[in-house]
């Protein structure tokens, strides 16, 4: 357990993407996107410098005023923050303070604002009233308007970091996230988020650390800030002490190290203690995530997210784009199983050439299957694309969100048109492949039974099924820790779901975030789930827990486990039960 100091600034969120990170931060937002620099000023030049300043103080001043001259009357009781920024920007602290150091210091006026903001902000840390202490906030949104203009940092983009950096975001969206380069965002630390939002999602399948859901991070850490970023224990220590550094360091070594000894026996076949046999099989967004699966000794594509292709752009993909990414990632994982999702798109996951139409509610909204049955032009090019590509490996293909029997039947006559379609034009294709449906939604799970008897596989989506099950926003952090994949309620509702599979002869997998945490496995295996998939890098910390676990023995647990009344008892029983082989102390 690392130690800290008092002069260390730790902040406590949510463990979206395990691993360790020393490193500067990198802010989006509105204190700007640049790592500011640093550089000298000759003395002849000095007075042009303080003009450059007091320029980009005039244009942060006139926007202040152009937003507040702007604000629609019924909201302009809300403008009194902006006419307070407009008193901070020229206050002397602020204003006069930045000038002095750039007459003294001799710097440019972008780092004489950073120095005076971080003094600030280390004389805000030592008020005790609590109010006063948040009024800092305001100077740095303020000192955010004068570096913009300094800087030019409205032009940039996440895709435009060219420097290994950890990024810091209030929020980001599914298509900002996108952007990241694992070659330059080395880890992500988010205010908003949680383990199952996007950003976490694509934070594991990059294998970069993540700590979401911190509520404030954004107002307690500046550009270039030396930051650690523990996703491990879902801790950030801004500018560490150099003990806490060292003791990090170390922490790394061990964090890296028990990484290694788990990846060892990641090609090897999953199998328990009494010799059922498991295919543990990846999530993938993006092609290039396929060597990530196979790296980890995945033995399929559980989950090929096909949205991140519709993501950033401003048109839609032809079927030959989409024909050529399926393509390659078949081909690779042949003879493997890949299984593709239809498109999942809108809910959270916006595309800029979607529906003009704005949804208050578009997680429950026109998205997914509802999406492509409207849009059947757009639903029918990608399944032409799928057809294609089944030709060159195995193939499976998934409709998400499905609620009731009238859905999958439309799905399914939209698939066979297509295949149609492509047989008459003499396009090789393959229309022999299964066909499954996520179970997300409560009233499929319910309607098991009926649904069984149109596809060839369920495939559980716990990320969606449990914020529907108890009605949460996975990326409120005000609920967040209402999220519980160990819920009753949601224990009882796979079971029944496993049950229903089992009579009627289908396979049932799970392919939410709950199936990549070492701690639900032995729940999930007395459930009877067939097949488990995951972010890639969990694969290695899976198949070890599924070796050490009796099938027999887990169906026991379960039973007892059903019992249960809380998510805290079944938790403190999974502990109580497996602790020696899933809480291994790094």
Same mark, same amino acid.
């Given at each position: 357990?690392?130690?800290?100091?008092?002069?260390?600034?730790?902040?406590?969120?949510?463990?979206?993407?395990?691993?360790?990170?020393?490193?500067?931060?990198?802010?989006?937002?509105?204190?700007?996107?640049?790592?500011?620099?640093?550089?000298?000023?000759?003395?002849?030049?000095?007075?042009?410098?303080?003009?450059?300043?007091?320029?980009?103080?005039?244009?942060?001043?006139?926007?202040?005023?152009?937003?507040?001259?702007?604000?629609?009357?019924?909201?302009?009781?809300?403008?009194?923050?902006?006419?307070?920024?407009?008193?901070?920007?020229?206050?002397?602290?602020?204003?006069?303070?930045?000038?002095?150091?750039?007459?003294?210091?001799?710097?440019?006026?972008?780092?004489?604002?950073?120095?005076?903001?971080?003094?600030?902000?280390?004389?805000?840390?030592?008020?005790?009233?609590?109010?006063?202490?948040?009024?800092?906030?305001?100077?740095?949104?303020?000192?955010?308007?004068?570096?913009?203009?300094?800087?030019?940092?409205?032009?940039?983009?996440?895709?435009?970091?060219?420097?290994?950096?950890?990024?810091?975001?209030?929020?980001?969206?599914?298509?900002?996230?996108?952007?990241?380069?694992?070659?330059?965002v080395m880890a992500v630390v988010m205010d908003r988020g949680g383990k199952a939002s996007h950003t976490g999602i694509i934070a594991q399948s990059f294998e970069i650390p993540a700590v979401l859901g911190l509520g404030n991070a954004t107002?307690?850490?500046?550009?270039?800030?030396?930051?650690?970023?523990?996703?491990?224990?879902?801790?950030?220590?801004?500018?560490?002490?150099?003990?806490?550094?060292?003791?990090?360091?170390?922490?790394?070594?061990?964090?890296?190290?028990?990484?290694?000894?788990?990846?060892?026996?990641?090609?090897?076949?999953?199998?328990?203690?009494?010799?059922?046999?498991?295919?543990?099989?990846?999530?993938?967004?993006?092609?290039?995530?396929?060597?990530?699966?196979?790296?980890?000794?995945?033995?399929?594509?559980?989950?090929?997210?096909?949205?991140?292709?519709?993501?950033?752009?401003?048109?839609?993909?032809?079927?030959?784009?989409?024909?050529?990414?399926?393509?390659?990632?078949?081909?690779?994982?042949?003879?493997?199983?890949?299984?593709?999702?239809?498109?999942?798109?809108?809910?959270?996951?916006?595309?800029?050439?979607?529906?003009?139409?704005?949804?208050?509610?578009?997680?429950?909204?026109?998205?997914?299957?509802?999406?492509?049955?409207?849009?059947?032009?757009?639903?029918?090019?990608?399944?032409?694309?799928?057809?294609?590509?089944?030709?060159?490996?195995?193939?499976?293909?998934?409709?998400?969100?499905?609620?009731?029997?009238?859905?999958?039947?439309?799905?399914?006559?939209?698939?066979?048109?297509?295949?149609?379609?492509?047989?008459?034009?003499?396009?090789?294709?393959?229309?022999?492949?299964?066909?499954?449906?996520?179970?997300?939604?409560?009233?499929?799970?319910?309607?098991?039974?009926?649904?069984?008897?149109?596809?060839?596989?369920?495939?559980?989506?716990?990320?969606?099924?449990?914020?529907?099950?108890?009605?949460?926003?996975?990326?409120?952090?005000?609920?967040?820790?209402?999220?519980? /994949?160990?819920?009753?309620?949601? +224990? @009882?509702? &796979? #079971?029944?779901?496993?049950?229903?599979?089992?009579? =009627?002869? %289908?396979?049932?997998?799970?392919?939410?975030?709950?199936?990549?945490?070492?701690?639900?496995?032995?729940?999930?295996?007395?459930?009877?789930?067939?097949?488990?998939?995951?972010?890639?890098?969990?694969? /290695?910390?899976?198949?070890?827990? +599924? @070796?050490? &676990? #009796?099938?027999?023995?887990?169906?026991?647990?379960? =039973?007892? %486990?059903?019992?249960?009344?809380?998510?805290?008892?079944?938790?403190?029983?999974?502990?109580d039960n497996y602790s020696d082989i899933i809480f291994s102390d790094i």
């Amino acid at each position: 357990m690392i130690s800290s100091d008092d002069n260390d600034i730790l902040i406590k969120g949510i463990s979206a993407s395990p691993g360790i990170c020393i490193g500067n931060a990198y802010l989006v937002g509105d204190e700007g996107v640049h790592v500011v620099e640093k550089y000298d000023i000759a003395e002849e030049y000095l007075q042009d410098e303080v003009l450059r300043f007091k320029t980009a103080v005039k244009g942060a001043r006139d926007k202040l005023h152009e937003l507040i001259e702007n604000t629609p009357e019924e909201f302009r009781q809300n403008a009194c923050i902006l006419e307070s920024h407009t008193a901070i920007i020229q206050d002397k602290m602020l204003y006069g303070k930045t000038i002095e150091t750039i007459e003294t210091d001799r710097v440019n006026a972008e780092w004489a604002l950073k120095k005076v903001v971080s003094g600030i902000k280390s004389m805000f840390q030592k008020i005790s009233d609590p109010y006063l202490k948040e009024r800092s906030d305001d100077v740095f949104h303020v000192a955010g308007y004068i570096m913009k203009n300094l800087t030019g940092a409205k032009t940039d983009t996440i895709a435009d970091i060219d420097k290994r950096v950890i990024l810091v975001a209030h929020d980001l969206s599914p298509a900002e996230t996108s952007q990241i380069k694992p070659k330059q965002v080395m880890a992500v630390v988010m205010d908003r988020g949680g383990k199952a939002s996007h950003t976490g999602i694509i934070a594991q399948s990059f294998e970069i650390p993540a700590v979401l859901g911190l509520g404030n991070a954004t107002s307690l850490i500046s550009n270039e800030d030396v930051i650690i970023v523990d996703g491990v224990a879902g801790i950030v220590v801004v500018n560490p002490t150099d003990r806490t550094l060292s003791e990090y360091v170390q922490r790394k070594e061990r964090y890296e190290r028990h990484k290694a000894d788990i990846s060892r026996d990641s090609h090897a076949v999953a199998q328990t203690l009494d010799g059922c046999q498991l295919q543990v099989m990846a999530n993938i967004e993006m092609p290039e995530n396929v060597l990530s699966a196979i790296y980890h000794g995945g033995d399929g594509i559980g989950l090929y997210r096909t949205e991140f292709q519709y993501l950033g752009r401003p048109d839609f993909p032809s079927e030959d784009e989409l024909f050529e990414k399926y393509r390659d990632v078949l081909e690779v994982m042949s003879p493997k199983p890949v299984t593709i999702r239809t498109l999942d798109i809108n809910g959270d996951k916006a595309i800029a050439n979607g529906s003009m139409i704005v949804e208050k509610n578009p997680a429950l909204g026109l998205r997914a299957i509802r999406y492509c049955l409207k849009r059947t032009d757009i639903f029918i090019t990608q399944l032409r694309a799928i057809l294609r590509a089944a030709a060159y490996g195995n193939t499976r293909i998934m409709f998400p969100m499905i609620s009731s029997c009238d859905e999958v039947r439309e799905a399914k006559r939209l698939l066979s048109e297509a295949a149609d379609a492509l047989e008459r034009e003499g396009v090789r294709c393959n229309r022999d492949i299964e066909i499954g449906i996520m179970i997300e939604i409560p009233s499929a799970a319910v309607m098991a039974d009926v649904l069984a008897d149109e596809v060839d596989f369920f495939s559980i989506g716990t990320n969606d099924l449990i914020q529907y099950m108890i009605a949460i926003d996975r990326g409120n952090r005000q609920v967040a820790h209402l999220y519980r /994949p160990l819920h009753p309620a949601v +224990i @009882r509702i &796979i #079971s029944y779901v496993a049950k229903i599979a089992k009579r =009627k002869g %289908i396979k049932v997998a799970m392919c939410g975030e709950m199936a990549g945490d070492p701690a639900n496995i032995p729940v999930l295996l007395g459930l009877g789930i067939d097949e488990l998939s995951m972010n890639p890098q969990s694969i /290695p910390e899976v198949k070890n827990a +599924i @070796r050490c &676990i #009796s099938i027999k023995y887990a169906k026991n647990f379960v =039973k007892q %486990i059903m019992k249960q009344k809380n998510a805290d008892d079944i938790l403190k029983m999974v502990q109580d039960n497996y602790s020696d082989i899933i809480f291994s102390d790094i």
